[in-house]
């Protein structure tokens, strides 16, 4: 939840994908065949422009994989909103980024780390030198790209490396967001979600690199000080009553799952939460149900792990949207009991 | 890859600041004993030694006012790695500076 001007619906129309990647928090994979009928999901991104969503931000899978990934983007832009479209940039051939030229504000690309951990991430030994060989297509097309670098415990080090090299290709924004245990990872990386320790090093790494590409490549953390927490609760979730209220306003990010499920604030968020299923009511039937039913028990939850995010500690980074992940599971398990 | 004997991020992270030697800024020194980005302190000198990235040691000697001393001990104490920690107070007749010298292993078992 956050100000409105950057309520966020992040849509995973499919979870095909050419790669295997060990932290895929979808389980995505070239054997997946999950995916979203596209007039479904084109009546969702009318509702959700209507309900207050400016930006609508496609993943997946691989999203380039989905034929009608410009349909999409094209139906998004013509609701006014901002279109970012997340990829492994493996298929990023000319035909497809001339696809997604004019309908794209924002390509971001991932790259966790020297090509040698990239391609180890990615399970593939050509996964960096195909994606780099489609560098100077991304930068000949106009779009606008940035780099999402994936921070583990074992690679705070290797950020500096790939701060340096989003920057010489060009990259307009390094954004680095931390792994978390869902999907894929919570099988094949147990155990390497950044701790406090390693969530420090990167803060102080991420203020370094902010002044050195300060004016010349945007920076985004998505892990926050608690003081930042403390001192700005209304940045991080919404405490007013749902009435009257359009759903952007009370939930962002808001994510549409290939399996047609709309959950808050991440891929995999406690089903207890959910709004729904697409494939049962439109996004606007969902809002209106879950603004009268289920936003108070959100708001609740969002209380608790606030409370417990905002205490003092020796090592105050911290991963909001973990923290109220983790309640939220806990919150299933007792209800279980 | 996690059940790979890895070592951490900031442990390779502080063996390549070793390789840099005097050339490390104060926040990779911050980083290097997990001081909180705001902290207020002086620092006088730190050395990394050892060989990385079995172990290494970072010693470090901060300048502090006598009321955050509590504070930077409990710190220190705290932490796992501890080896060392002298405290020296300055001023006469009241103390108004206090120095700080740590020894933090880093890395494996010492």
């Not at chain 2, 220190?76 to 292993?105: C, E, M």
Request: glycine fraction near 8%; charged fraction near 20%.
């Amino acid at each position: 939840m956050g100000p409105a001007q950057h309520s966020i619906v992040q849509i995973h129309p499919t979870r095909r994908c050419n790669l295997r990647c060990l932290h895929c928090y979808s389980s995505s994979g070239p054997e997946q065949r999950d995916q979203l009928e596209a007039s479904v999901l084109e009546h969702a991104i009318t509702d959700a422009s209507a309900e207050g969503y400016h930006v609508a931000s496609f993943s997946g899978g691989e999203p380039v994989l989905y034929n009608e990934l410009p349909r999409l983007l094209r139906h998004a832009k013509s609701c006014g909103m901002r279109t970012t479209v997340t990829s492994n940039g493996t298929l990023l051939d000319e035909k497809r980024l001339a696809s997604l030229i004019g309908v794209t504000d924002v390509l971001a690309l991932s790259l966790d780390g020297v090509p040698e951990s990239h391609n180890r991430m990615r399970a593939s030994q050509r996964a960096f030198e195909t994606m780099a060989g489609h560098l100077p297509s991304v930068r000949a097309s106009g779009i606008p790209f940035g780099f999402i670098f994936t921070l583990t415990q074992y690679n705070v080090n290797e950020m500096e490396w790939a701060a340096e090299y989003a920057f010489q290709q060009g990259a307009s924004l390094f954004q680095i967001h931390p792994l978390e245990e869902v999907g894929r990872a919570a099988e094949q990386l147990t155990g390497a979600r950044p701790d406090e320790v390693e969530a420090a090093y990167a803060y102080l790494e991420v203020e370094r690199t902010r002044q050195q590409y300060a004016g010349k490549m945007a920076v985004q953390f998505d892990l926050v000080h608690a003081a930042v927490l403390r001192d700005h609760p209304e940045r991080f979730f919404d405490r007013e009553a749902a009435t009257g209220r359009a759903l952007g306003d009370l939930v962002s990010p808001l994510v549409i799952e290939a399996d047609g499920q709309v959950v808050p604030f991440g891929y995999g968020f406690a089903r207890g939460y959910a709004l729904g299923s697409l494939k049962q009511r439109t996004l606007l039937e969902l809002a209106t149900q879950w603004r009268a039913n289920g936003y108070r028990e959100l708001q609740r939850l969002c209380h608790k792990a606030f409370e417990d995010a905002s205490q003092r500690r020796e090592l105050p980074i911290l991963n909001w949207w973990d923290k109220l992940g983790e309640h939220a599971h806990a919150s299933e398990l007792s209800t279980a009991c | 890859m996690a059940n790979e004997a890895q070592a951490r991020g900031s442990e390779k992270l502080l063996a390549q600041l070793a390789k840099k030697g005097g050339a490390a800024t104060l926040e990779e020194v911050k980083a290097a004993v997990s001081l909180p980005a705001s902290s207020d302190f002086k620092l006088l000198r730190w050395l990394i030694r050892g060989i990385p990235p079995v172990y290494f040691e970072v010693e470090t000697s901060f300048q502090v006012k006598p009321q955050q001393l509590a504070e930077f001990v409990n710190h220190f104490a705290a932490q796992p790695g501890i080896r060392d920690l002298d405290i020296l107070i300055n001023g006469i007749p009241k103390p108004d500076i206090a120095q700080v010298n740590v020894v933090l292993a880093q890395g494996g078992e010492v």
